[in-house]
């Protein structure tokens, strides 16, 4: 069935230093991945999306990379700040067909300690 | 813009009842997802509605049921409550959820935390 499996659950890092959490999927069909930030207590907010058409995206300080062939793709965050504490979905999508449905990985905890 | 609206936010209900939550999206989104979180499932699809008719739907029991109005607001209700279904649901809604239009982001609103007892 459809599985998003993300990495690392939990990770610590000292602030100005980068961040990497990787996601895989098992749909060959998924074609649009967003990244979602939740803070505790707080809904989950878009902080980054990528289609499949593009290999990597980039936004300040938040970068995408998508490797279909491998089947794929990874968050990076550059000079963290404590304000990028929270948890980090990664999620799958098939936009055109199934649009609406994400499916989303376990979450990454993102602790940056000034 | 306003952004999407969940009513409650926190219910307390007993095993056995049946629950109705309400979400109301973004003027014009015409999409609605539903996603169940829980600490130790994650953020799991539920099912999404566009045009008033269910186009996706996850993998949970029928007890699990939507739907959505003219309006584009949508409800769902869980029947039969089991103290499993405690989490937080979180509804989300995106212009036409099919990727027609961009952007095609999917706004989560605020969420209704359901305790089951």
């Known amino acids: 069935g459809e599985n998003v499996e993300q990495h690392p659950s939990t990770l610590s890092v000292q602030e100005g230093d980068s961040a990497v959490i990787k996601c895989t999927y098992s749909?060959?069909?998924?074609?649009?991945f967003p990244w979602y930030k939740q803070e505790l207590g707080k809904r989950p907010q878009l902080i980054i999306d990528?289609?499949?058409?593009?290999g990597e995206k980039k936004d300040q300080r938040i970068a995408v990379t998508l490797n279909k062939t491998a089947k794929h793709f990874s968050l990076h965050i550059t000079e963290t700040q404590p304000e990028d504490s929270a948890v980090y979905f990664c999620?799958?999508?098939?936009?055109?067909?199934?649009?609406?449905?994400?499916?989303f990985g376990q979450g990454t905890e993102l602790s940056v300690k000034p | 813009k306003a952004g999407v609206t969940q009513t409650p936010r926190y219910l307390i209900k007993t095993r056995g009842q049946q629950v109705t939550l309400s979400c109301s999206p973004i003027?014009?989104?015409?999409?609605v997802s539903w996603y169940q979180q829980t600490p130790g499932q994650g953020l799991q699809f539920l099912f999404e509605?566009?045009?008033?008719?269910?186009?996706n739907k996850g993998n949970f029991p029928g007890r699990f049921s939507g739907r959505q109005f003219s309006n584009s607001r949508s409800e769902m209700n869980v029947s039969t409550l089991e103290l499993g279904d405690s989490a937080l649901y979180l509804c989300?809604?995106?212009?036409?959820?099919?990727?027609?239009?961009?952007?095609?982001?999917?706004?989560f609103g605020p969420g209704t935390r359901l305790l089951v007892l």
């Open positions: 509605y566009f045009s008033e008719t269910q186009r």
């Open positions: 990528i289609r499949s058409n593009v």
């Open positions: 989300a809604s995106s212009q036409t959820g099919d990727g027609r239009v961009q952007p095609e982001t999917q706004y």
């Open positions: 003027s014009g989104h015409r999409s």
């Open positions: 749909d060959s069909a998924s074609n649009y």
């Open positions: 999620a799958a999508g098939r936009l055109y067909n199934q649009g609406g449905k994400l499916i």
